[in-house]
């Protein structure tokens, strides 16, 4: 039996698209009902498939050529609702405005600026999903308009989407070239994904956009200083004092860059200049209390006091703790101040939710991952121009100290502590597997990051960022070039100076609590008695307390260990 062959479609019953007249007299009624969003919205339409369309062309021209507006209202009650919106708005009123734009958004869904409004609104509430809707709808209404793409920016920077919020930020540009805030926007993205020479050129652009930018100027004194560029960093910071003289972070700024250079008493001045434009400033008040003298107590008690009210934030209150140890044991109460760093070190662990057994798992990782690990890339010839030295320990073991004697010599600069090659191991595949490829990645992504620190004529750069004790076999097997200098300290001072101080960074919340330190210091005794036996003779190994007895003798072992010639001074 055979089956009758199908009829082929008849072309006069397929679906036409709508041609570029009927298109054009659709947007000439949106334009006519007050709703020029819409209708800039078909004229794209019809430049999509109709690209030479002059007719299209000149209308969107003209309709972008203005602000965006809200459309016609169709009644005198919506006509109210928008005039209450706008008051609303501009007050600040973000409940007010969710309340009166929800219905006005469902009945002209093509409005950019009511979509925009609505959508900064939710934003403010914490309802950042929906606000993110409403924004993308703003900006397929009117891409020309910068606003919808900067706030969708600022969205996904509270979300921690970096990607996506430097897309949205690039396309502000795109609308508003001259948009100094969103190049400000980008390099604190950057500046939050550790990468500094990208942070300070997004920095530059935002300054040479917009001169007088205080957050701007500061940031880029911010980056510079963490480039090791203090000069400029202190050339920013005053620029921004004399635009805002009772700017905070500058002043804050400003102390940390003295104390890098030894200045401690410009800084201490610096810091109670900040306690007198705001008395609650918890790093102030923490840093103050740090290297209180006797005379210091008494006038910081005051401010330790306001920190530790039940109304402040935890975070202040844990500033506050610490704060009140230091203060406590300048004054020989060694008793209240053990009590004061228990409790100021319970609230940091509590807001970090720090477990000692996620470093447990990822110390065994790290071995895990080494023992399958690539061979050693081949070391560069000896000509290598860029030569970096680890220094590398528990921290709170006086790298610094050792870093400053390093950079003595004539072929050695000093860049501080670096997170340069702990966010190359995330950024490179590392973590997922070992492979030549990955060991290239990771070796060329902390050499470009790390060259901006060599100073003129300098071959060496000391990097002392005490945690990269985590990898020393990886960077053994990255950089085979680079010097591994491995501080030995006594145990007790370093899980006491550890306890002692609030460390900022979650890579430090094991020093929240004594038997943290304890068990994490114990981790890091095996991991590096590990690394020894894997890596033979390739750390050298220095101790701390032998350092400070003899140091002429120590200086001139640790530097012939390192292959370069002892200078005298």
């Not at 990955?438 to 790390?450: E, G, M, N």
Request: charged content about 25%; some cysteine; aromatic content about 8%.
């Amino acid at each position: 039996m055979f089956q009758t062959a199908p009829e082929p479609p008849n072309p006069s019953l397929a679906v036409k698209p709508p041609s570029a007249a009927a298109l054009l007299k659709d947007a000439a009624r949106h334009n006519r009902d007050g709703a020029p969003d819409a209708a800039a919205l078909v004229y794209r339409q019809i430049l999509a498939a109709f690209p030479k369309n002059k007719t299209a062309a000149a209308r969107l021209s003209k309709i972008e050529a203005r602000a965006p507006t809200f459309p016609s209202a169709r009644t005198k009650a919506d006509q109210a609702s928008f005039k209450a919106l706008s008051a609303a708005n501009a007050r600040g009123q973000s409940d007010t405005v969710i309340d009166l734009a929800r219905p006005l958004v469902a009945a002209y869904p093509h409005s950019a600026l009511l979509r925009l409004i609505f959508g900064v609104a939710l934003g403010k509430r914490g309802d950042a999903d929906a606000a993110i809707g409403h924004l993308q709808a703003a900006e397929a209404l009117r891409p020309d308009f910068a606003d919808p793409p900067f706030v969708l920016g600022v969205l996904y920077q509270g979300k921690g989407l970096g990607d996506d919020a430097v897309a949205a930020y690039g396309r502000a540009l795109k609308a508003d070239p001259k948009n100094a805030d969103a190049w400000n926007n980008i390099g604190a993205v950057m500046h939050g994904a550790e990468d500094i020479p990208a942070a300070l050129q997004a920095f530059d652009r935002a300054v040479s956009l917009k001169p007088d930018l205080v957050e701007a100027l500061n940031n880029r004194g911010h980056m510079r200083q963490l480039l090791g560029d203090l000069e400029g960093a202190m050339a920013d910071y005053q620029a921004v004092l004399a635009l805002s003289p009772s700017h905070v972070k500058a002043y804050l700024n400003i102390a940390q860059a003295l104390k890098v250079i030894g200045q401690k008493d410009a800084a201490k001045t610096c810091y109670w200049e900040v306690l007198k434009l705001d008395p609650a400033n918890s790093s102030a008040v923490r840093e103050l209390a740090r290297v209180a003298k006797a005379e210091d107590v008494a006038r910081l008690r005051p401010h330790v006091a306001r920190l530790l009210e039940p109304a402040m934030s935890p975070d202040a209150r844990m500033a506050g703790g610490y704060a009140a140890a230091y203060l406590d044991f300048a004054d020989g109460e060694d008793e209240t101040g053990m009590a004061h760093l228990a409790r100021a070190g319970a609230i940091a662990k509590a807001l970090k939710s720090y477990r000692i057994e996620r470093d447990q798992t990822y110390f065994s990782d790290l071995k895990s991952l080494f023992e399958g690990a690539a061979p050693a890339l081949p070391a560069p010839d000896d000509q290598t121009d860029l030569v970096p030295i680890f220094i590398i320990v528990m921290p709170r073991a006086c790298t610094s100290q050792t870093e400053e004697i390093l950079s003595r010599h004539s072929d050695v600069a000093g860049a501080g502590e670096l997170e340069y090659f702990n966010r190359a191991m995330g950024q490179t595949g590392m973590l997922d597997g070992v492979t030549e490829a990955t060991l290239r990645a990771l070796r060329d992504s902390y050499l470009t990051a790390l060259r901006p620190h060599r100073a003129a004529g300098k071959r060496y750069v000391v990097d002392k960022m005490p945690l990269n004790f985590r990898y020393a076999g990886f960077i053994a097997r990255a950089l085979p070039e680079a010097k591994i200098i491995h501080l030995r300290r006594r145990a007790e001072a370093v899980c006491w100076s550890n306890y002692q101080i609030n460390f900022p960074a979650d890579g430090m919340a094991y020093a929240s609590t004594q038997a943290d330190v304890a068990a994490y210091y114990r981790l890091y005794a095996d991991l590096m008695t590990y690394w020894e036996h894997a890596l033979p003779g390739r750390i050298v190994h220095v101790d701390y307390e032998a350092l400070t007895e003899a140091p002429e003798r120590e200086v001139r072992a640790m530097v012939e260990a390192m292959g370069l010639p002892f200078e005298e001074g």
